[in-house]
């Protein structure tokens, strides 16, 4: 089939994780983490966070999110999301359904939160009579392409811990966000005061696997234990940890983001050469959201197809990822004209 800019998960593992996955197959490993390649991969988190970061690899980013955010949750809290949040729309329940604990979502344009947003959510203290607010988790990069600066995220994780609250980042497409700013990991996360976070993989060219970051090592203190009752802990885990070795070492993680979104910037380009279409959000990272007339939309996805966002104002999504080319949108395009 042609490639599509449906997702980012659509695209195949980048080689140097095949070719990674290849390599640690070759012997015997010691289960459940206690291999070498596991001891490795964790050492490869300190030297992008700080020392002090304890890191756990579990199956996908719907485990990452909720098993970080129900190990640091009682049933009686509440978590505040954008109406948009993966966590919100995309995993179909599941925070409530393992944790009991409430989520709080909150409309947004853009797809991110500020302070004066969540300020109303938490103003009054009604317990026993209302669910107790906990964690904040935002995504970067957001459900809606956008990304936050480091000012913006440094305001919420003070605005946070003011509040007695958490930050979590949901950072499915976190090397998209990091190379978008030009900064590094430590900048954006661990020197902002975020306090946990899910390091995203599959989207940057990884066959599966995903991270839980904890960058205050006391709120880890359960969560070997959450992941096992959460049915994430790998019994071949080494064959996550060498792909995030594959990822980190040599920076594959940065080439692979720096791939997709500079094929979405030109993506964008090239469709402001059809009047029809405009944007619904700026392009910032490697997704558009556009306005597509219903007629144009149909002919574009069947030469690679994509996903509509928004049905009722024909807004639709198209994702690049760390393969798309030059040549492949500019034969979209030629399709398309």
């Given at each position: 089939m042609n490639k599509s800019f449906a997702s980012d998960n659509w695209a195949a593992a980048c080689p140097e994780v095949m070719e990674a996955i290849v390599k640690a197959n070759n012997n015997y490993a010691a289960a459940y983490g206690d291999d070498d390649y596991t001891k490795v991969a964790n050492q490869e988190f300190?030297?992008?966070?700080?020392?002090?970061?304890?890191?756990?690899?579990?199956?996908?980013?719907?485990?990452?999110?909720?098993?970080?955010?129900?190990?640091?949750?009682?049933?009686?809290?509440?978590?505040?999301?954008?109406?948009?949040?993966?966590?919100?729309?995309?995993?179909?329940?599941?925070?409530?359904?393992?944790s009991g604990a409430k989520l709080l979502d909150i409309p947004t344009d853009n797809g991110k939160l500020k302070p004066t947003d969540i300020f109303p959510y938490i103003e009054f203290n009604r317990a026993p009579h209302q669910s107790v607010p906990k964690v904040i988790t935002i995504t970067q990069a957001s459900e809606l392409g956008t990304i936050y600066t480091?000012?913006?995220?440094?305001?919420?994780?003070d605005f946070a811990h003011k509040h007695n609250l958490l930050l979590h980042v949901d950072g499915a497409r976190i090397a998209n966000a990091v190379?978008?700013?030009?900064?590094?990991?430590?900048?954006?996360?661990?020197?902002?005061?975020?306090?946990?976070?899910?390091?995203?993989?599959?989207?940057?060219?990884?066959?599966?696997?995903?991270?839980?970051?904890?960058?205050?090592?006391?709120?880890?203190?359960?969560f070997e234990l959450y992941r096992k009752q959460g049915m994430q802990l790998h019994s071949k885990m080494r064959f996550i940890a060498t792909q995030f070795i594959a990822l980190l070492k040599n920076e594959v993680w940065r080439k692979n983001a720096q791939q997709a979104n500079e094929m979405a910037q030109y993506l964008a380009l090239r469709l402001q050469e059809i009047p029809e279409i405009t944007f619904s959000q700026?392009?910032?990272?490697?997704?558009?959201?556009?306005?597509?007339?219903?007629?144009?939309?149909?002919?574009?996805?069947?030469?690679?197809?994509?996903y509509p966002w928004n049905e009722s104002k024909n807004e639709y999504r198209l994702m690049c990822s760390w393969d798309t080319s030059k040549e492949e949108i500019d034969a979209f395009m030629h399709t398309l004209k």
């Open positions: 300190k030297k992008l966070f700080g020392s002090q970061a304890e890191t756990f690899f579990v199956y996908n980013g719907t485990a990452a999110n909720i098993l970080a955010l129900n190990t640091v949750s009682s049933s009686f809290n509440a978590v505040i999301c954008s109406e948009h949040a993966h966590i919100n729309m995309d995993e179909c329940g599941g925070f409530e359904n393992i480091i000012d913006e995220i440094k305001e919420l994780a190379v978008a700013l030009n900064t590094d990991f430590k900048s954006m996360i661990t020197n902002t005061g975020v306090d946990m976070l899910s390091f995203g993989g599959t989207k940057n060219g990884m066959m599966f696997g995903e991270a839980v970051v904890f960058l205050k090592p006391e709120l880890a203190k359960h700026k392009v910032e990272s490697n997704g558009i959201w556009a306005i597509i007339p219903k007629r144009l939309a149909v002919k574009m996805q069947n030469a690679h197809f994509f």
